[in-house]
């Protein structure tokens, strides 16, 4: 068995992600997308609101990280286009009757919520494992 300290972090190429976000569907294509070209955190996409991207002037509203402040980060007109046409998704209320939080651009309540799907994704395409944070950054 590999210790956590003993576990080598293999980065992700042009081509994992490719193949990643063929297999993936819309939201979790277009964060593999995200991370990779800004270097954003997972915890950091998950958090964005469609208010913050703008995509008028090709770019979105980055929550601060490991202290490095809020900013705007430039995207690519690729990218810009693809978050364009990917409809907001609204996460669920964990609770009865509690009052549905605010929709989220990639449609994750947190950066936990993203490893199933991630893992599954991985499998369909017969790729390698690669975590959020050594693919995106």
């Known amino acids: 068995m590999v210790g956590k300290a003993e576990r080598k972090k293999v980065p992700s190429d042009r081509m994992w992600i490719e193949t990643f976000h063929e297999h993936a569907d819309r939201h979790l294509g277009a964060l593999v997308l ?10 950091q996409a998950t958090a964005i609101i469609p208010d913050d991207f703008d995509g008028a002037n090709e770019r979105v509203w980055m929550p601060s990280a490991k202290g490095v402040e809020a900013q705007w980060v430039r995207l690519s007109p690729e ?40 893992h599954r994704v991985c499998d369909r395409a017969g790729i390698l494992h690669i975590m959020p944070h050594a693919a995106g950054r």
């Not at 994750?108 to 199933?116: P, R």
Request: net charge positive.
């Open 34 to 43: 995200f991370m990779f070209e800004t270097g954003a955190r997972i915890g």
């Open 79 to 118: 990218l810009t286009q693809e978050l364009t046409d990917l409809p907001p998704k609204r996460i669920r209320s964990r609770r009865k009757g509690e009052r549905p939080p605010k929709a989220k651009l990639f449609g994750y309540a947190a950066k936990d919520g993203v490893y199933g799907k991630w």
